[in-house]
C-alpha cells in the first residue's frame, strides 16, 4: 500500500482500531482461549441447541482431545472431521490444531471426491460408517488414553485444509489462523460482552474467521445453522454468507431475528454483490449490513467497519492486511498512485493469506477486479466494468 494511500485511508480508519496489530508467534489456542479459560473460566464461549460451553471447559476438552488424537496419528496426519453439532465441531477442531493435524472441517458428510481428493488419514465422524478411512466417533477418541505434546509446536506447519475454488485446496497454519482471530477481533471490535450469532458452521473460511475473533477477545458465539435453532434475546453481530443473508427476508424462521441484531449483520461476499440487494437487507433488518470479503483462497481481507460503511463499497483493508493493485493482465505491481488506477486485481500481502497462492513480487493474486477510489475504498466489479455492482 502506498503511503499516499495510507493517507487517505487515514480519514475512515476508527481511532480506537489498530492499523497493525501485533502477532506473536503462538499456536492457536494460545492466541484465542487459552487466556480467557485461565483468566475466566466460566464464561461463557458458545451456546448451542447441546447447551451452553465455558471457556474453561472449552480448553479442557479441546486438550483432551488433542492429546488422544495425537496418540492416535503421526504428527502432520490428514484428519477429516465431519460433525454438525456446534459444540463438538468446535471442540475437534482446536482439538485437531493442537495436535498439529492437518484438518478439513465438515457440518455434513462430504462428497466422496471430496473426500477421497483431501485422502483423510483418519476420519472423525458422528457415527461410524464402513469402508473407506480409518474411522473414529468424537465420543471414542476422547474415551482413549492420550500423549501429551512431546516436540515444540510448528507454526508454519499446514493445520487447516479449506476447498479452493476451481478445485484444489489451500492450507492455514497456525500463524496465519493466529493473525486472523487477533486481526478480525481488532476489526470489528469484538469483546467479552459481546455476542456472535454464527448461522452457518466454521467449514468456510468467514465462518472460522469470524469465531476465532470473537474467541479471541473472550466473545459469547451463539450457533445454529438455521435461524430456528437461534433464538438469542440479543446478538450484536450476526454472520452468514450472502445467500443466507437473502433468505433472511422470506424465512419464517428469521422474521424474529432483525429486533434481536444491534451492532450489524456480517455478509460474506465471494465476488461482487448487488448494492440494491444490501439496502434492502438493511432496511428490512433494521440494521447494518457489512460486507467481508471472505474467499477461501484469499481469507478475509476486505470489511464494512461497524463505526461507518458506504452501501456501494465492498469496504477496507482489515487490520494486518496490506492491498495493493495489480496488472489484470499479467499480475505485476502497478507502481501508479491509486486514484489513476481505474480496475485493477487485488494483490494481498497478509499473515492472513493462505499458503498455496499464485504470488507475483510477494503479493498474492486474487483474481478479483476491483476499482479502487481516491480514498482507498474498494469496489469490487464484474468483468471490466468501472462500477461498483
Same mark, same amino acid.
Given at each position: 500500500?502506498s503511503?499516499?494511500a495510507?493517507?487517505?485511508?487515514?480519514?475512515f480508519?476508527?481511532?480506537?482500531?489498530p492499523?497493525?496489530?501485533h502477532?506473536p508467534?503462538?499456536?492457536?489456542?494460545?492466541a484465542?482461549?487459552?487466556?480467557?479459560?485461565?483468566?475466566?473460566?466460566h464464561? #461463557?464461549?458458545?451456546?448451542? %441447541?447441546?447447551g451452553?460451553?465455558e471457556?474453561g471447559?472449552?480448553a479442557?476438552k479441546s486438550?483432551?482431545f488433542?492429546d488422544?488424537?495425537?496418540?492416535?496419528?503421526?504428527?502432520g496426519?490428514?484428519?477429516?472431521?465431519v460433525?454438525?453439532?456446534?459444540?463438538t465441531?468446535?471442540?475437534?477442531?482446536l482439538?485437531?490444531?493442537?495436535?498439529?493435524?492437518?484438518?478439513?472441517?465438515?457440518?455434513?458428510p462430504?462428497?466422496?471426491?471430496t473426500?477421497a481428493?483431501?485422502?483423510?488419514?483418519?476420519?472423525?465422524?458422528?457415527a461410524?460408517?464402513?469402508?473407506g478411512?480409518?474411522a473414529?466417533?468424537?465420543?471414542? #477418541?476422547?474415551?482413549?488414553?492420550?500423549?501429551?505434546?512431546?516436540?515444540?509446536?510448528?507454526f508454519r506447519?499446514?493445520?487447516?485444509a479449506?476447498?479452493?475454488?476451481?478445485?484444489?485446496?489451500?492450507?492455514?497454519?497456525?500463524?496465519?489462523?493466529a493473525?486472523?482471530a487477533?486481526s478480525?477481533?481488532?476489526?470489528?471490535?469484538?469483546?467479552?460482552?459481546?455476542?456472535v450469532v454464527?448461522l452457518?458452521p466454521?467449514t468456510?473460511?468467514?465462518?472460522?474467521?469470524l469465531?476465532?475473533?470473537?474467541?479471541?477477545?473472550?466473545a459469547?458465539?451463539q450457533?445454529?445453522?438455521?435461524?430456528?435453532a437461534?433464538?438469542?434475546? !440479543?446478538?450484536?453481530?450476526?454472520?452468514?454468507g450472502w445467500?443466507?443473508?437473502? !433468505?433472511?427476508l422470506?424465512?419464517p424462521?428469521a422474521?424474529?431475528l432483525?429486533?434481536?441484531?444491534d451492532?450489524?449483520?456480517?455478509?460474506?461476499?465471494e465476488?461482487?454483490f448487488?448494492?440494491?440487494r444490501?439496502?434492502?437487507?438493511s432496511r428490512k433488518?433494521?440494521?447494518?449490513?457489512l460486507?467481508?470479503l471472505?474467499r477461501?483462497?484469499?481469507?478475509?481481507?476486505?470489511?464494512s467497519h461497524? %463505526?461507518?460503511?458506504l452501501?456501494?463499497a465492498?469496504g #477496507?483493508p482489515?487490520?494486518?492486511v496490506d492491498? !495493493?493493485?495489480?496488472?489484470?493482465?499479467?499480475?505485476?505491481?502497478?507502481?501508479?498512485?491509486w486514484?489513476?488506477?481505474?480496475?485493477?486485481?487485488?494483490?494481498?500481502?497478509s499473515?492472513?493469506?493462505?499458503?498455496g497462492?499464485t504470488?507475483?513480487?510477494?503479493?498474492?493474486? %486474487?483474481?478479483?477486479?476491483a476499482q479502487?477510489?481516491?480514498?482507498?475504498?474498494?469496489?469490487?466489479?464484474?468483468?471490466d466494468?468501472?462500477?461498483?455492482l
Amino acid at each position: 500500500m502506498s503511503k499516499g494511500a495510507l493517507g487517505l485511508l487515514a480519514a475512515f480508519w476508527p481511532e480506537d482500531t489498530p492499523r497493525y496489530a501485533h502477532i506473536p508467534l503462538k499456536t492457536v489456542g494460545d492466541a484465542t482461549i487459552d487466556p480467557i479459560a485461565a483468566a475466566a473460566p466460566h464464561r #461463557i464461549a458458545l451456546v448451542s %441447541s447441546s447447551g451452553n460451553l465455558e471457556y474453561g471447559e472449552l480448553a479442557e476438552k479441546s486438550r483432551r482431545f488433542a492429546d488422544a488424537l495425537r496418540n492416535r496419528i503421526e504428527r502432520g496426519a490428514r484428519v477429516a472431521i465431519v460433525e454438525r453439532d456446534p459444540a463438538t465441531m468446535l471442540i475437534a477442531a482446536l482439538g485437531g490444531f493442537a495436535a498439529d493435524a492437518l484438518c478439513l472441517l465438515n457440518a455434513e458428510p462430504p462428497a466422496s471426491e471430496t473426500l477421497a481428493a483431501f485422502a483423510p488419514d483418519l476420519v472423525v465422524r458422528a457415527a461410524p460408517a464402513p469402508g473407506g478411512a480409518p474411522a473414529a466417533t468424537f465420543d471414542e #477418541i476422547m474415551a482413549a488414553p492420550g500423549k501429551a505434546r512431546a516436540a515444540r509446536p510448528d507454526f508454519r506447519m499446514p493445520i487447516l485444509a479449506l476447498a479452493k475454488p476451481g478445485g484444489g485446496e489451500v492450507l492455514h497454519n497456525h500463524r496465519s489462523l493466529a493473525a486472523t482471530a487477533i486481526s478480525v477481533g481488532g476489526f470489528f471490535m469484538l469483546a467479552e460482552e459481546i455476542r456472535v450469532v454464527l448461522l452457518e458452521p466454521p467449514t468456510n473460511w468467514y465462518g472460522l474467521a469470524l469465531a476465532l475473533g470473537a474467541l479471541q477477545r473472550g466473545a459469547t458465539i451463539q450457533a445454529g445453522w438455521e435461524p430456528a435453532a437461534v433464538a438469542p434475546a !440479543r446478538a450484536d453481530y450476526v454472520v452468514c454468507g450472502w445467500e443466507r443473508a437473502g !433468505r433472511l427476508l422470506v424465512e419464517p424462521a428469521a422474521a424474529g431475528l432483525p429486533a434481536r441484531i444491534d451492532a450489524g449483520l456480517i455478509v460474506a461476499i465471494e465476488g461482487p454483490f448487488s448494492v440494491s440487494r444490501r439496502r434492502r437487507l438493511s432496511r428490512k433488518l433494521r440494521t447494518a449490513v457489512l460486507t467481508l470479503l471472505g474467499r477461501n483462497d484469499l481469507g478475509p481481507v476486505l470489511g464494512s467497519h461497524p %463505526s461507518w460503511f458506504l452501501n456501494d463499497a465492498a469496504g #477496507i483493508p482489515l487490520s494486518n492486511v496490506d492491498l !495493493r493493485p495489480l496488472n489484470p493482465t499479467d499480475g505485476t505491481p502497478l507502481n501508479l498512485g491509486w486514484e489513476v488506477v481505474d480496475s485493477a486485481e487485488i494483490g494481498v500481502k497478509s499473515a492472513l493469506a493462505p499458503a498455496g497462492g499464485t504470488a507475483v513480487e510477494g503479493w498474492l493474486r %486474487s483474481g478479483q477486479i476491483a476499482q479502487i477510489d481516491p480514498t482507498g475504498l474498494y469496489f469490487l466489479l464484474r468483468g471490466d466494468h468501472l462500477r461498483a455492482l
